[in-house]
């Protein structure tokens, strides 16, 4: 292994997205909880020194993501926080369905996983939205749900505010709904939410916009609540 523990002297600006999603595609197939401790070591070299199996893929990912981390510029360390936030939601799902997965999409498609996951990751400004799209994924490998369902529903949850989403897990119903707050608003804006009609008015009260929430609404919930 002397060779694979060499000295990385590749500057970050020669790693690129393909680079960075090569990595994630590595750790979404290898990642266990000992090699995560590349994120917080300064010499990585020891990291991989006490490991006694450990492919040459899984060195070389770890080693990206490792120097990028170093000399990264401050939007670029946020990146990378999310990215280990995102890493070790990872290995909590069993190595074995991991690959599993994998072996039935194949290398070239997991790679597009992967280059999708991290255009999520550069956007999204809420932290706390990385279990939310770890749980899709995984619902995605159990195939509870397709694969343009998983990205419509992980573009959406991007683009909603964290609160909502909350607010829509506590609160999903089969029943018409009159929005009156400003999360069912939220909800409304990002497409959860859809107008079905008016309801009756009567003699002492006016007649009110109504709204279902979506179906594929109600399974996000679903996968979330599990």
Same mark, same amino acid.
């Given at each position: 292994?002397?060779?694979? !523990?060499? @000295?990385?002297?590749?500057? $970050?600006?020669?790693?690129?997205? *393909?680079?960075?999603?090569?990595?994630?595609?590595?750790?979404?197939?290898?990642?266990?909880?000992?090699? +995560?401790?590349?994120?917080?070591?300064?010499?990585? *070299?020891?990291?991989? #020194?006490?490991?006694?199996?450990?492919?040459?893929?899984?060195? %070389?990912? *770890?080693? @990206? =993501? %490792?120097?990028?981390?170093?000399?990264?510029?401050? $939007?670029?360390?946020?990146?990378?926080?999310?990215?280990?936030? &995102?890493?070790?939601?990872?290995?909590?799902? $069993?190595?074995?369905?991991?690959?599993?997965?994998?072996?039935?999409?194949?290398?070239?498609?997991?790679? %597009?996983?992967? @280059?999708?996951? +991290?255009? !999520?990751?550069?956007?999204?400004?809420?932290?706390?939205?990385?279990?939310? !799209?770890?749980? +899709?994924? #995984?619902?995605?490998?159990?195939?509870?749900?397709?694969?343009?369902?998983?990205?419509?529903? *992980?573009?959406?949850?991007?683009?909603? =505010?964290?609160?909502? =989403?909350?607010?829509?897990?506590?609160?999903?119903?089969?029943?018409?709904?009159?929005?009156?707050?400003? /999360?069912?608003?939220?909800? =409304?804006?990002?497409?959860? !939410? &859809? &107008?079905?009609?008016?309801?009756?008015?009567?003699?002492? #009260?006016?007649? /009110?916009?109504?709204?279902?929430?979506?179906?594929?609404? %109600?399974?996000?919930?679903?996968?979330?609540?599990?």
């Amino acid at each position: 292994m002397s060779n694979e !523990l060499e @000295v990385l002297t590749n500057e $970050p600006s020669d790693y690129d997205l *393909s680079a960075i999603g090569d990595a994630l595609s590595t750790f979404i197939e290898q990642g266990t909880d000992t090699i +995560l401790s590349v994120f917080n070591s300064e010499e990585f *070299s020891v990291v991989f #020194e006490s490991i006694t199996e450990i492919s040459a893929d899984l060195i %070389k990912a *770890s080693k @990206v =993501l %490792k120097v990028i981390q170093k000399a990264a510029s401050i $939007p670029d360390k946020i990146f990378m926080n999310k990215m280990e936030q &995102y890493c070790r939601g990872l290995i909590s799902i $069993p190595e074995a369905k991991r690959q599993d997965y994998i072996s039935k999409i194949g290398k070239e498609k997991l790679n %597009k996983d992967s @280059v999708f996951i +991290l255009g !999520l990751l550069n956007k999204i400004e809420e932290l706390s939205k990385i279990d939310i !799209l770890l749980a +899709l994924f #995984e619902a995605k490998m159990d195939e509870v749900i397709e694969d343009d369902t998983y990205r419509r529903l *992980s573009l959406m949850v991007d683009r909603t =505010l964290f609160a909502d =989403l909350i607010y829509m897990q506590s609160n999903i119903t089969d029943e018409y709904i009159v929005i009156d707050n400003d /999360h069912e608003q939220g909800l =409304l804006a990002n497409g959860w !939410l &859809y &107008y079905v009609g008016m309801s009756w008015g009567t003699a002492t #009260e006016d007649s /009110h916009q109504l709204y279902k929430y979506a179906n594929f609404a %109600k399974k996000f919930c679903d996968i979330i609540n599990q």
